[in-house]
C-alpha cells in the first residue's frame, strides 16, 4: 500500500460525459501527478501539482482540467468524453517537487460506451 | 522531440541476471529513474540515478552514463514474481517526467 488513494476505482460512462477522478496524497506530500494510462501503452504525464499551483504540464487535453485544494487531495475532471479516453488513471505524490520517487495509487479505471 | 526507448520486451529464465536498456533524448536532465508495474496494478519506484554511476537496491541495480544518454536496470537472480513491466522516465528541463513505453519482462521457468 502506497499510501496513496483514488475513488472511483472503476467508472463506466456514456460519451459525451463528463466525469472527476479524486486523488488523496500520502500524508506530507506536496507534490500530486496524473496519469494516463492506455491499454498496453506506457503512462503519458498529465499534469503535475505542487502545493495547490501547477508545476508542470504534460500532453494533457483541453476537454481534461485538475486542481489541488488546500487539503491537498487532488481532482482530475474529464468532460465531453470520447471512446478514445478509455485507459487507466493514476495518481502519483512525491515529498517535494524535484523528488524522483513517486508513489502511485491504485488508480481509476475508466470505460467510455 | 523528447523521447525514452526500451525493448518492448525481454524473456530471460528464472535464476538469470537480464539487463533492461534505456537511451533518452531530453530537453534537459534531472535524473533517470526505474519503475515497475506488474498487470492491473500501479507503477512502483526501484531505483534512481541523478549522477552516472550504479545504484544497488537488493537484486536490483541501475546504472547511467549521462555523457551516451544511457543507462540500464539489472536484475539478478530473477524470480517468477519478477515478472512485470519496467518503464525508466527521466525529468527534463521543465520538470516533466518523461516515461519510456515499457519492457515486458517475460520469465521462463
Known amino acids: 500500500d502506497s499510501g496513496v488513494t483514488q475513488t472511483p476505482k472503476h467508472l463506466i460512462t456514456a460519451t459525451g460525459q463528463r466525469v472527476t477522478l479524486r486523488c488523496s496524497p500520502r500524508s506530507g506530500d506536496l507534490s500530486v501527478y496524473w496519469y494516463q494510462q492506455s491499454l498496453d501503452q506506457g503512462l503519458q504525464f498529465l499534469i503535475q501539482?505542487?502545493?495547490?499551483?501547477?508545476?508542470a504540464k504534460g500532453n494533457i487535453l483541453e476537454r481534461f482540467s485538475a486542481q489541488q485544494f488546500p487539503d491537498l487531495h487532488s481532482e482530475l475532471n474529464l468532460s465531453s468524453l470520447e471512446l478514445g479516453d478509455s485507459a487507466l488513471y493514476f495518481c502519483?505524490?512525491?515529498?517535494?517537487?524535484?523528488?524522483?520517487?513517486?508513489?502511485f495509487g491504485p488508480g481509476t479505471r475508466l470505460l467510455v460506451l | 522531440g523528447q523521447s525514452l526507448e526500451q525493448p518492448s520486451e525481454v524473456t530471460a529464465v528464472e535464476g538469470a541476471i537480464v539487463q533492461i536498456n534505456c537511451t533518452y533524448q531530453t530537453s534537459g536532465f534531472y535524473g533517470l529513474s526505474w519503475y515497475q508495474q506488474h498487470d492491473g496494478g500501479a507503477p512502483t519506484f526501484l531505483s534512481y540515478n541523478g549522477l552516472d554511476g550504479l545504484e544497488e537496491t537488493g537484486r536490483f541495480s541501475s546504472f547511467l552514463i549521462r555523457s551516451d544518454s544511457y543507462g540500464y536496470l539489472l536484475l539478478q537472480e530473477l524470480q517468477m514474481k519478477d515478472s512485470a513491466s519496467y518503464f525508466c522516465?527521466?525529468?527534463?528541463?521543465?520538470?516533466?517526467?518523461?516515461w519510456g513505453a515499457g519492457t515486458k519482462l517475460i520469465i521462463k521457468p
Open positions: 501539482y505542487y502545493n495547490g499551483e501547477e508545476r
Open positions: 522516465a527521466v525529468r527534463d528541463r521543465n520538470y516533466q517526467l518523461i
Open positions: 502519483a505524490s512525491s515529498p517535494a517537487r524535484g523528488r524522483e520517487t513517486q508513489y
